[in-house]
């Protein structure tokens, strides 16, 4: 879905200059400046994280720098979303331009899958158009970075006017308000309903538009026919410069992705940079002051080294680093081993009645192993243990009847 509205009156008139919106109000050449960077701006709720947004990108951008792109704040505002959806994208500005009189309008699209957001627009409730910018370094140049809907807005008559399902027909109301065909109503607009352009044709309805009317006043017909000629002439080069402006804000588009991509990827390297640091730097800490000196891997060579991204200083700072752990790893290696820590603790914790206990066990089991002495024999007693066994190992023996005497 398509709208078109107005988002700053005629600067000129008594409510910018010192009514009830001269401190919001910006200079026609503040607004004529910052045509392109409107060009894809991102329609808000009720400028719900801008500002959260806002100071995250600009904490990462270069200090060379006052304010950060659009475009990297609007790719902050997206990382919110994944997290609170109420900091979500709902749509982008396609169109920015300056009416005759004196207004400035945006034409911005919503997409149709959130019909809950259309319908807060065209019932009024949403239909209010707040923006949101940023004075670059106090030059008076401003940075816009968002449109918010709200309810209502701090700038008098900034609403929606009209929307519709064909961004031609939205055009073709731009063309009637550029044209005079339709009046501008930067003084008149109030909140309500939006209408829709298939709902309201009258509105773009006109019998004669003024320069039709000058002409037809013209009796010379040839004098009519050069000036229609002149006229179309005028047109094509109208629609030569805005399918150049078309170029140029696509050109615009592809920088702002290279400079958001520029800047994640920098973010990226800064993260894994400072990971780096911390990890040698617990490791400089075990090797001690002395070795660290020796090998070169105090802290400030080591980040030295990292902050410079210079492949060569890296693999040498590696390999020192490698050659000190391995000469710390001999070094603990060749020391005698101390006793335990827990052995040490439990030998302390024998108490006199416990050893006591022990040394009883161990009398009682030395003399149950020992071996039972054997009792004296005499030579007769030995005779008698022989001829037993020799008896014991006849018995049960068959002789023959040839072995009797």
């Known amino acids: 879905m398509f709208f078109l509205g107005l988002i700053h009156g005629r600067p000129e008139d008594e409510i910018y200059t010192s009514g009830e919106a001269s401190n919001l109000a910006l200079s026609r050449q503040q607004l004529r400046d910052t045509f392109a960077h409107f060009l894809f701006a991102p329609i808000t709720l009720e400028h719900k994280g801008i500002h959260t947004a806002f100071k995250t990108a600009k904490s990462l951008t270069s200090s060379s720098f006052d304010a950060p792109v659009p475009a990297t704040v609007s790719a902050v505002l997206k990382l919110q979303a994944e997290r609170d959806p109420k900091h979500a994208i709902l749509g982008e500005i396609v169109d920015f331009f300056e009416v005759p009189s004196g207004g400035f309008y945006i034409v911005y699209k919503i997409p149709d899958e959130l019909d809950s957001i259309v319908f807060m627009i065209i019932n009024g409730l949403a239909c209010g158009l707040s923006l949101t910018h940023y004075e ?17 807005p701090a700038r008098p008559h900034c609403y929606t006017i009209v929307g519709s399902s064909s961004l031609q027909r939205v ?18 607009l109030k909140r309500q309903k939006v209408y829709i352009m298939s709902e309201a044709p009258e509105l773009v309805a006109a019998s004669k538009s003024p320069v039709e009317e000058a002409l037809s006043t013209i009796p010379d017909e040839n004098a009519r026919k050069i000036l229609a000629e002149r006229m179309g002439d005028l047109m094509r080069m ?3 410069t805005e399918s150049k402006n078309v170029n140029l804000t696509a050109d615009n588009k592809a920088l702002n992705e290279k400079l958001s991509a520029a800047s994640a990827f920098n973010f990226n390297a800064e993260a894994q940079a400072q990971l780096l640091k911390s990890q040698l730097d617990l490791l ?4 001690g002051v002395e070795k660290c000196k020796k090998f070169g891997l105090s802290n400030d060579v080591t980040h030295a080294a990292i902050d410079s991204g210079d492949y060569n200083q890296l693999a040498r700072l590696m390999d020192r680093t490698l050659v000190a752990c391995s000469r710390q790893f001999m070094e ?11 052995k040490r603790a439990a030998a302390e914790q024998i108490t006199p009645q416990t050893a006591a ?16 002495a054997a009792p004296a024999m005499t030579p007769e007693d030995y005779l008698a243990r022989a001829m037993a066994s020799t008896a014991r190992s006849f018995r049960g023996t068959r002789v023959s009847g040839d072995m009797m005497m």
Do not use: F, W
Not at 136 to 152: D, F, Q
């Open 171 to 188: 055009l073709n109301y731009k063309r009637s308000l550029m044209t005079g065909r339709i009046p501008d109503p930067s003084l008149t």
């Open 357 to 372: 206990v022990v040394e009883e066990v161990a009398e009682e089991l030395t003399a149950a192993s020992a071996p039972v």
């Open 136 to 152: 670059l370094n106090h030059t008076g140049n401003i940075m816009p970075y968002e449109v918010s809907l709200c309810y209502e």
């Open 238 to 240: 109208v629609d030569t």
């Open 284 to 287: 400089t800490t075990s090797l």
């Open 332 to 342: 603990m290696s060749a020391q005698p081993e101390a006793p335990s820590p827990m």
